[in-house]
């Protein structure tokens, strides 16, 4: 590189800091943006890596005591949360910024997923061996609800007002419906073929389903309780993410190695790209900007344009990356 291409990407790199300075002194009581931060659940690394995405690297390494394949953050981006799929039966609470223990909640044994309300004072968690979903105050740090959901409990998603709650169960080929407030499910949807992490659209009326045994994405209608389409993306499609506005999914495919874009209007893959063997958990940053897919065998992030799906970066971040989080307000 020149010294005056160095000089001009200085440059740049000044002016950007100086604009989320100003951004950050914006009125007061104005939430912090969100700045490109993920917090990532590290399996046999025992920890929860907090990465920073636009610099692709690692910022530090939260430790625990279990090996996490599902992970949280609080609204305020204070305090994380690790569930272990293994041997552990709690859910472990760290300070983001420490890395000190905070507290723990039992949840018993199988953790998969953990998902947070909306309004962050409820956290699901799946246990995918028990067919249950756990329910935890996360102000109080204690288990408040135990809800059996059916065979395989896979993945949980909280609708926009966060007045309902969907869980996927994989051997059941069913996604549940939730009733928050009162604890009991009130529906369940029939979904084909192992229907494992899910997505729903910003408008709250569809839910995007992968389908690992038949490799499909299934669109399902929320009010009619039925699916309504579904495309063919690849072999074992593992993680979701629907983008802002609706109109893009997101799809990883475990067996193929490679992240799809599918037209949720037209219900068609629009393109396809290579990321490696095993891509599994994939998200899409809050600004839509980036689609972030994690590949456990290689202990890496692929970082993807969401609108070319090149590859922006890959960033190494430790043994077995799994879900993906951010910070609502961080």
């Known amino acids: 590189m020149t010294y005056a ?94 890395g000190s223990m905070v507290g723990r909640v039992g949840v018993g ?26 329910v935890v105050d996360v102000q109080a740090l204690r288990a408040v609800g ?13 609708s926009a007002d966060g007045q309902t709650a969907f869980v996927s169960n994989m051997e059941a080929n069913n996604v549940v419906v939730i009733d928050v407030a009162a604890l009991r499910i009130t529906r369940r949807i029939p979904v084909k073929q192992a229907p494992g992490h899910m997505a729903l659209s910003p408008d709250g009326r569809r839910l995007y389903v992968v389908n690992e045994g038949s490799g499909t994405l299934a669109v399902l209608d929320v009010a009619q309780a039925e699916g309504v389409a579904a495309v063919r993306v690849g072999n074992e499609p593992h993680g979701v993410a ?10 990883s495919s475990h067996e ?7 037209d949720t209007a037209a219900m068609a893959v629009i393109r396809t790209a290579k990321v490696g063997s095993g891509p ?33 970066r890959r960033i190494s971040v430790g043994k077995e990356p799994h879900q993906i989080v951010f910070a609502p307000g961080r």
């Open 280 to 312: 599994e958990h994939v998200e899409i940053t809050p600004d839509g900007r980036w689609i972030v897919a994690a590949r456990p065998e290689a202990g890496e992030l692929v970082l993807l344009d969401a609108k070319s799906l090149a590859t922006v």
């Open 256 to 262: 193929d190695g490679t992240v799809s874009a599918v």
């Open 146 to 158: 135990d809800i059996e959901t059916g065979a395989g409990a896979n993945y949980a998603v909280f």
């Open 109 to 134: 044994k199988g953790s998969h997923h953990l998902s947070l309300s909306p309004d962050g004072r409820w956290l699901y968690v799946t246990r995918s061996e028990a067919g249950r979903a756990v």
């Open 5 to 98: 291409k160095r000089r001009n990407r200085w440059w740049w790199t000044g002016m950007a800091a100086i604009i989320v300075a100003l951004a950050g002194c914006a009125g007061a009581g104005t939430p912090p943006s969100w700045e490109g931060i993920a917090y990532v659940a590290m399996g046999p690394g025992k920890a929860v890596s907090v990465v920073d995405l636009g610099a692709g690297r690692v910022l530090s390494r939260l430790p625990l005591s279990v090996e996490p394949h599902g992970a949280a953050v609080t609204r305020d981006g204070r305090r994380v949360f690790a569930a272990d799929l293994t041997k552990g039966d709690a859910l472990e609470v760290v300070d983001s910024t420490s």
């Open 242 to 251: 629907v983008s802002p506005d609706g109109t893009r999914a997101y799809v």
